[in-house]
């Protein structure tokens, strides 16, 4: 018999005592795995990280495996998440002692789409340095939340996992796409890697930006030469 019993849902410390020892083996034999831990009662505490659980409600159809994906984060059941160009590999503890394998394949931008964003961007973005520092500025909020805004639509991600379960997506899968919302809370640069965006873009975008409001600063108040006695008098001579 497996260690939650066949007709129960495990409880939070059931998973975390079992993720802690999945982990610990992995080490052992020295695989590099990379958890999700949550700190605290929130899953993510960024208003970006916060917006990427919250666009997973859109799959209100999974309703019952979103809230065991919660619930499985929280424990710590996702013992490895990866994420890199259009994909997002994990590990989450099931039922078996072996962690289940999650693929989630999501679509990256097309240029198309990119395009208007970063022109948009340029307008607002006046905190490139913020941007490379991790922390995603307040003017790119709307970039995100807004329809056909930088979050992947449900049909521009599908997943696999490699539990029994008959739903499409499963609570191994659900744990892992709030995995991805912590993870992007901590590292939001990742959300340009997992959607497959050159970040260069968005910081060119941002420094053009500045550029174009240092000129414009300029015009309005240094634009005037001074003229002689002006600067003789600035130094007294007259
Ligand atoms: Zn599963």
């Not at 490379?132 to 307040?138: Q, R, S």
């Not at 995995?179 to 959300?191: Q, S």
């Not at 340009?192 to 060119?204: C, Q």
């Amino acid at each position: 018999m497996g260690f939650y019993g066949y007709y129960r849902q495990p409880t939070v410390a059931e998973i975390r005592s079992q993720a802690e020892k999945t982990i610990r083996n992995a080490k052992k034999k020295g695989m590099i795995w990379e958890p999700v831990i949550i700190d605290g009662k929130k899953i993510a505490t960024s208003w970006w990280g916060d917006a990427w659980c919250k666009n997973l409600e859109r799959y209100a159809d999974y309703g019952n495996r979103l809230e065991r994906g919660r619930k499985y984060v929280r424990a710590c059941a996702v013992v490895d998440l990866q994420i890199s160009e259009g994909k997002v590999n994990s590990k989450v503890i099931g039922s078996s002692t072996k962690p289940y394998e999650i693929e989630i394949n999501i679509n990256p931008l097309s240029k198309e789409k990119i395009r208007p964003i970063i022109k948009k961007c340029s307008g607002k973005l006046a905190n490139a340095e913020a941007l490379i520092a991790g922390k995603f500025p307040d003017e790119l909020k709307e970039l995100f939340i807004e329809k056909g805004g930088l979050f992947p639509t449900p049909k521009e991600i599908d997943f696999d996992c490699s539990c029994p379960d008959w739903a499409d997506m499963c609570k191994h899968v659900a744990a892992s796409l709030y995995g991805v919302g912590a993870r992007l809370d901590k590292n939001p640069v990742l959300f340009f890697t997992l959607r497959g965006i050159d970040i260069s873009e968005f910081i060119d975008a941002a420094l053009a930006n500045r550029v174009e409001t240092m000129l414009e600063n300029a015009d309005s108040k240094s634009s005037r030469i001074m003229d002689k006695n002006e600067i003789d008098g600035l130094f007294g001579v007259l």
